[in-house]
């Protein structure tokens, strides 16, 4: 690399070279092949030919033609082969994640504390507290939702997610 940090756009079409042609977890395809319907040919390639550069390299015009249609026929089917394999990937992410998560019933007159967020507007600092309330469960939703109302009686204007939400033990 470089000692000083004026030359860092020099390496940068390498590094994007090797963003754009190496297989997504996700995808299970390069970037490359999901826009132009063909692999990269990279740059060692043209230099020592590979068994592609060198089969394309004997085709004549028309044979050219007719193989870069026929590999452009085929995106669509390549494009839905990586969607259902994001879909799988995405369904097996989520069963991942669900292990772990804890579902929260709540019913109706259970004291609960709400969770104070950092992008609202009640959050005062990292040294205060990160739960207020509390809050009594007025009505649970569908959805995993509550609506809350302060020990006053005052209702809270707007439903609540169960996840900004616990239980409190007095």
């Known amino acids: 690399m470089t000692d000083n940090y004026k030359g860092w756009h020099e390496p940068l079409s390498y590094a994007l070279l090797g963003y754009r042609t190496t297989a997504r977890t996700s995808t299970g395809a390069t970037p490359y092949l999901l826009v132009y319907a063909t ?17 394309e ?27 259902c394999h ?20 709540f019913q109706i ?9 950092p992008y609202k507007v009640e959050y005062k600092g990292k040294f205060d507290p990160n739960w207020q309330g509390p809050y009594v469960v007025r009505k649970v939703l569908s959805g995993r939702a509550v609506v809350l109302r302060e020990m006053d ?16 033990y007095a």
């Open 57 to 83: 390299a004997e085709l004549d015009n028309a044979e050219w033609v007719q193989a870069r249609y026929e590999q452009l026929a085929l995106i669509d089917e390549k494009r839905m082969v990586v969607v």
């Open 86 to 105: 994001d879909q799988l990937y995405r369904q097996r992410m989520a069963r991942a994640f669900n292990k772990r998560v804890k579902t929260r019933l």
């Open 39 to 55: 692999e990269a040919v990279i740059p060692a390639e043209v230099e020592i030919p590979s068994l592609r550069m060198i089969r």
């Open 109 to 117: 007159g259970q004291i609960v504390l709400k969770r104070i967020f």
């Open 153 to 168: 009686g005052q209702e809270w204007p707007k439903p609540i997610t169960s996840d900004a939400i616990k239980r409190y």
